[in-house]
């Protein structure tokens, strides 16, 4: 559901949204640290509010007693998602 909501937000206003777009996908060791980062799509803007997206997101982390952080960064957004092991 997590990385749905990040393709789908994505792909309306963030990088898939432009030709030139690209999204990596990190995975590191010993717990899942998941690194989402856009680049190449629109100038993007830190929201002044959270959206549904965010807010489910966090939500879900949260229930597995995780941490999100979103950083939006002018080149594109970068969300870490950190769950232990």
Not at 49 to 74: A, C, N, S, Y
């Amino acid at each position: 559901m997590t990385l749905h909501e990040l393709a789908t937000n994505a792909a309306k206003y963030g990088a898939l949204s432009a030709t030139e777009g690209q999204i990596k996908v990190k995975w590191a060791d010993g717990r899942l640290l998941l690194r989402w980062t856009e680049t190449g799509g629109p100038p993007v803007k830190t929201p002044t509010h959270q959206g549904f997206g965010g807010r489910v997101i966090k939500g879900m982390i949260e229930q597995l007693k995780g941490r999100t952080r979103f950083d939006w960064r002018p080149e594109g957004l970068v969300c870490e998602i950190i769950l232990q092991a």
